[in-house]
């Protein structure tokens, strides 16, 4: 689920869409919205495209998408950051994980709008220049891939896994490493990987 | 060393890690619907919500009125396209049921219109907004199902040639004094490969692009053309990468040149990502299969006589089947041996290949029945291996090439603890948990097609390497960069691979455990030909005499004999007196008993793969043998695999990092074939139900606690060059069969429709 911290800041989040859709409170989208009165209490038509910026490794990102646009196919189709992949688009299979803020998200059920304002980190955006972030490295040292399609999903999930001090154990590792599949199913390699990058993630 | 990379034992080659780690890890791998495309449209595929039947009309008013709609093709205004034969008939196509072609309703779920429109967001609405209104009639679904009808496979299906048979089965079983007769059912289960079965395509004039994810980027350019009614030079083929396959991307869908054919027509490249349901449909998957084994034996434990009898379903219009009889009739030494396989048509999608598409449900019945016939004898299913045990395959006599089975049992048996189990069912325990053993042995053919590369080796030591291979998860770029760096005797780090792009030299599908075989087999014979080059600039005393006996077989010029042996190579000195800094060569490679116009062949995307069964005066698998403990709670029933011990013999291991890894991603994959996977079918309405990752279970990281990968050095001069045999199918045809006699011996339940899930317990 989205981060909800500061979502009040910014106005927009999956509640006040909600209310939105039935008639209300949808100002904040309107008033972005491309040929809109920001003062009209109509309803927009969702298909207009609407501006947004997202905060993506570090860097405003503007763009104009329909409203529906998830934070997925933004990255993707608008943004050409197509390191996060589409697997399932039902929030089922984690290859599209990224994290706002530190917390994991399935990009794929997440509204780009909803994540306006929030700092978006995806796996572009783990390495420091040439330097590999530990995570990527021990997932090399230990072949915690092998198609390496959910890999980037993985490395994202495992980043967020260290930090919530779920990494205790390999019992930990594996229950809090679920929500991404891996059909090559490299599975204990992803866990010795996780292992491995703990300690060095945890001292910073 | 680590447990990741594990020290080399033997001829194995060194476990470096993968040539495309750092892309892998930094979103940089480019996969097919990774590729920027300028100014793109979106499609979405609108799929039949009927199995049988015929569309009698379309409403699509809602639907072109969502902003941003180009336009909606359906049969009655879709692009026309000539026929493909089936991939098993001379053809390139996973099925012959050609979507948009007419009204006509085949199978649940197939494409029947295709929106494109200016963004993905509208396409999806508008797809959503079709109207049908379909004439219905009743389908068939699957096995027993009215309307369902079964003949033999020998006679539908060219590649299923002959039903093994030899002796007197009949006789031999009725005078055994030992008799096992047993039935076993395996589920329809989908390849689910991570990456969506996308495919964007893109003009420039006459020269079309495509960028999908395929295992045959030969096969697919051939077959994409032959639909288009163009030259096959007018196609490429990229993919770089593949987000998995298993089969599932081996032969030409329908999707690609109707996508191919919509560019065309807009004059603008169209991007489709079909969605995860959809892949169940309008791809392939491993059908359902029957079978009934009798097995006659002695007191002693010796095979007498053995039947197999398959059954298997297929399409309609589409003779499609694995045919596993071929290998199961040839694993034990048996002189009285019978065998049927049969195919049951319904009304359904054309099944396909799917990771060891004839072992992983014969062997499941094969290796659950030799189970079986262990506990009538009282004996330990191991020795009762050991004591059929054969180097020679029984159908035709010939000898297997070389045979490590019960070197891999020996193994297996103590890593996993085998001396440790108590035989009698139900007589081991933990708590609320009844703990079972069970083995069973795993087998795979050793296969291999023509290939073709090109090297180009510089005097620093770069080399480039091109070969239109696969990485698909499979090591593809590491094993042939290490063949052509060992070969050549440069850095591994100076060598850069180039597969996936049907521009560069054919390369077969990456499928049947051929692709290392081959692709290394041919990159060896074109460095040893740039080592002869250079051998030749040093040696230039090469007689004419020597030449002419090269040139008709029967001796080698000095040049060609140091290039071909181990003799290293003063690169420098070589390059000095050449007096060139790049040598380039071209070759093709085919296997030994390979058909006279295999060369031809594989130039049109058409494969001759040999090996197996298959080879003049030999028989040439893979081995290994597989240990499960299961778990079952004896209240909930719940089950559970908490440790997979597979010991493995497949010729020369080209690097054991990515081997282990892949042996260990098969033996989850046939944990999880036994105990997960199914798709379940709606008997009223041929429909798949569980057409998601939520609903068909795959393993996830907490339901794998204990995989471990044992692999045997092994030797093989007969097989190819370079020695392989291939794995990527071998780790997960023993596990069904394992699991289930694993939990045997923990309930004393025979489990012989798979999954076995906790419902199917009952103690």
């Not at chain 1, 050409?80 to 530190?102: F, R």
């Not at chain 2, 042996?565 to 800094?581: T, V």
């Amino acid at each position: 689920m989205p981060d909800k911290s500061g979502s009040r800041h910014h106005g927009f989040d999956r509640r006040t869409f909600m209310a939105g859709a039935a008639g209300s409170a949808l100002a904040p989208l309107t008033a972005r919205a491309a040929a809109q009165d920001a003062r009209s209490p109509v309803v927009q038509d969702p298909v207009l495209p609407v501006d947004v910026t997202l905060r993506v490794n570090g860097e405003d990102r503007h763009l104009r998408i329909d409203a529906r646009t998830t934070v997925l196919d933004a990255l993707r189709e608008h943004l050409g950051l197509t390191g996060s992949k589409k697997g399932c688009d039902h929030g089922q299979c984690g290859a599209c994980t990224v994290l706002i803020g530190d917390r994991r998200v399935v990009s794929c059920l997440t509204l780009a709008l909803s994540a306006e304002g929030r700092e978006i980190t995806t796996i572009e955006g783990l390495a420091s220049g040439e330097r590999l972030h530990p995570m990527q490295q021990a997932f090399i040292d230990q072949d915690a891939f092998q198609c390496g399609y959910c890999t980037p999903g993985q490395i994202m999930s495992a980043v967020a896994c260290v930090k919530e001090g779920h990494a205790g154990s390999e019992a930990d590792i594996r229950e809090y490493m679920s929500g991404n599949i891996c059909r090559c199913a490299a599975y204990p390699n992803i866990v010795a990987a996780v292992k491995q990058a703990a300690p060095e993630i945890m001292r910073g | 060393m680590t447990t990741a990379a594990p020290e080399p034992k033997g001829n194995m080659g060194q476990p470096v890690p993968r040539y495309d780690a750092v892309a892998k890890v930094t979103g940089r791998a480019t996969y097919a619907s990774d590729t920027p495309l300028a100014n793109p449209a979106y499609a979405f595929l609108v799929t039949s919500a009927i199995a049988k039947g015929r569309i009698d009309g379309f409403d699509l008013a809602d639907a072109r009125r969502v902003r941003g709609v180009i336009e909606i093709f359906t049969h009655e205004n879709a692009p026309k396209l000539k026929e493909s034969k089936l991939f098993s008939n001379g053809g390139y196509a996973s099925t012959t049921i050609q979507p948009l072609k007419s009204a006509d309703i085949a199978h649940d779920g197939q494409i029947i219109a295709v929106v494109v429109a200016d963004s993905y967001e509208a396409a999806r609405e508008a797809a959503y907004r079709v109207k049908v209104n379909y004439a219905a009639a009743m389908p068939a679904a699957t096995f027993d199902s009215p309307g369902a009808t079964a003949a033999a496979a020998k006679g539908q299906n060219g590649q299923f040639k002959e039903d093994p048979r030899v002796g007197d089965f009949a006789r031999a079983f009725d005078e055994a004094e030992v008799k096992l007769t047993a039935a076993y059912e395996t589920p329809t289960q989908h390849h689910n490969p991570m990456e969506l079965f996308a495919t964007s395509c893109a003009w420039t004039g006459d020269d079309l692009v495509i960028y999908e994810p395929s295992q045959y980027v030969h096969g697919l350019k051939n077959g994409v053309a032959g639909q288009l009614g163009i030259d096959a030079d007018k196609v490429r083929v990229v993919n770089p990468y593949v987000g998995g396959a298993f089969g599932s991307k081996g032969s030409m869908t329908p999707r690609t040149a109707i996508i191919a054919g919509i560019a065309r027509r807009l004059n603008r490249p169209v991007k489709l990502v079909p969605t995860r349901d959809q892949g169940f449909t309008i791809a392939t998957y491993r059908a359902e299969t029957r079978h009934e084994i009798q097995l006659g034996a002695s007191r002693d434990g010796r095979l007498l006589a053995l039947r197999h009898e398959g059954m298997e379903v297929s399409s309609r219009p589409d003779p499609y089947c694995v045919g596993g009889t071929k290998t199961t009739t040839r694993l034990y030494a048996c002189a009285n041996v019978d065998s049927l396989v049969s195919i049951v048509r319904a009304d359904r999608n054309t099944p396909g290949f799917m990771r060891s598409p004839p072992e992983v449900p014969y062997l499941f019945a094969l290796e659950s029945a030799m189970d079986e016939l262990a506990v009538k004898l009282a004996m330990d299913p191991i020795e009762l291996r050991r004591i059929n045990d054969t180097a020679n395959e029984p159908i035709d006599g010939k000898p297997y090439t070389s045979r490590s089975l019960m070197a891999c049992f020996d193994a297996g048996a103590r890593a996993f603890g085998w001396s440790q189990r108590s035989p009698a069912p139900g007589s081991m325990s933990d708590g609320d948990w009844l703990v079972g053993y069970g083995c069973a042995a795993t087998c795979y053919p050793t296969q291999m097609a023509p290939a073709a590369a090109r090297v180009r080796l510089q005097r620093d030591g770069r080399t480039r390497v091109e070969i239109a291979g696969h990485e698909i998860g499979n090591g593809a770029y590491t094993v042939i960069a290490q063949a052509a760096a060992e070969r050549l005797g440069v850095p591994l780090e100076k060598v850069t691979v180039h597969i996936g792009d049907s521009d560069l030299p054919p390369a077969p599908v990456a499928g049947g455990s051929n692709s290392t075989a081959s692709t290394c087999s041919a990159v060896m014979m074109v460095c040893d030909k740039v080592r002869q080059r250079l051998f030749r600039a040093l040696l230039p005393n090469e007689g004419l005499a020597d030449r002419a006996k090269e040139t008709v077989g029967i001796g080698q010029t000095p040049a060609t004999q140091a290039a071909r042996s181990g003799q290293p190579l003063d690169r420098d000195k070589a390059f000095e007196a050449l007096g060139a800094d790049v040598v380039e060569d071209y070759g093709e490679w085919k296997p030994d008993g390979a058909p006279l116009d295999s060369f031809h062949a594989m130039h049109q995307g058409q494969m001759r793969m040999v090996g197996g069964d298959k080879m003049k005066g030999a028989i040439a698998y893979a081995f290994g043998a597989e240990f499960v403990e299961v778990r079952v709670n004896r209240f909930t029933h719940e089950i559970r695999a908490p440790r997979l011990v597979g010991a493995f013999a497949a010729g020369r291991i080209m690097n054991p990092r990515t081997a282990r890894s892949q042996l260990m991603g098969g033996l989850i994959w046939g944990m999880s074939s036994a105990l997960l996977e199914s798709t379940e079918i709606d008997a009223r309405t041929a429909r798949y139900v569980n057409d998601n990752f939520a609903d068909y279970l795959v393993p996830v990281n907490a339901d794998v606690t204990d995989v471990k990968v044992i692999m045997l050095p092994e030797q093989d001069h007969r097989i190819n060059p370079a020695g392989v045999k291939g794995l990527g199918e071998l780790a997960n045809v023993g596990t069904n069969a394992a699991v289930c006699n694993a939990l045997y011996h923990a309930t004393g339940q025979r489990i012989r429709k798979l999954p076995a899930r906790l419902e199917n317990i009952e103690i």
